[in-house]
């Protein structure tokens, strides 16, 4: 078997960008979708031939287009896409223009996978492996829904659908899951009482960390019975 070769998009940041290191260090080929090609991505792709940064604008067709086209001219096969790229804002923060934040939210979420999914299945279909694998990253939310984030939540909910289809058209070549995360990592803005207040609605009232999603990334890839399933990683946060 050669050597795998793995598609991150939103691969500049959070769990995008711990799991380019750490394909990187199992001896992972990894193609890093970002917006920017500079940073700590850019300079770890000076440092290993095995990383490719090709920047793209999600919400630029072209820049898709092209994003594509750099792909293909890269690889002819594909073992693995994490579709990782988010926006999670409230609706109130985009009051005064939401429809743009729709549309936003629709081209990361929904549109950026849907053409990838599509554009890139004859790669998939070359798999190193015996089966290549895609995996939507989600939310808890797509299934029981935040008010103040309604917008995110149905494009969320839309890609975990996505999943559903793709699992469907791509099978038996292509397994494609999701993965609905909780409270992972909590972001900068974050108050205090915005994370005791997350974790009191926790059974496991602690930060899961991204190493927790790595893990059922990993538990996902190395399953060859898994197809069109939902996982949670949540530390129980969706029952309460």
Not at 7 to 15: E, Q
């Amino acid at each position: 078997m050669g050597q795998a070769v793995a598609l991150i998009t939103g691969a500049g940041r959070r769990l995008g960008l711990h799991m380019t290191k750490g394909l990187l260090e199992q001896g992972w080929r990894v193609m890093a979708l970002s917006r920017s090609t500079g940073g700590e991505l850019g300079d770890m792709a000076v440092a290993n031939q095995n990383l490719t940064v090709i920047a793209c604008d999600a919400l630029d067709d072209r820049s898709v287009d092209e994003a594509i086209t750099a792909i293909k001219a890269e690889t002819n096969s594909l073992d693995f896409i994490l579709h990782n790229a988010s926006i999670y804002e409230k609706d109130a923060a985009h009051a005064e223009d939401e429809c743009a934040f729709y549309d936003a939210l629709y081209q990361i979420h929904m549109k950026l996978p849907a053409r990838l999914n599509q554009a890139l299945s004859t790669l998939l279909q070359n798999s190193q492996r015996p089966t290549a694998n895609i995996i939507h990253v989600t939310d808890i939310y797509a299934s029981n829904p935040n008010p103040e984030y309604a917008l995110y939540c149905s494009t969320k909910a839309g890609l975990e659908n996505l999943m559903l289809s793709f699992a469907k058209r791509l099978a038996p070549r292509v397994r494609v899951n999701a993965i609905q995360p909780g409270p992972i990592k909590f972001l900068p803005e974050h108050s205090d009482g915005d994370k005791k207040q997350v974790l009191s609605e926790t059974l496991l009232p602690v930060e899961g960390g991204f190493e927790a999603l790595e893990q059922a990334i990993q538990s996902i890839l190395n399953n060859e019975y898994m197809t069109a399933a939902v996982i949670r990683v949540d530390g129980g946060r969706s029952v309460t």
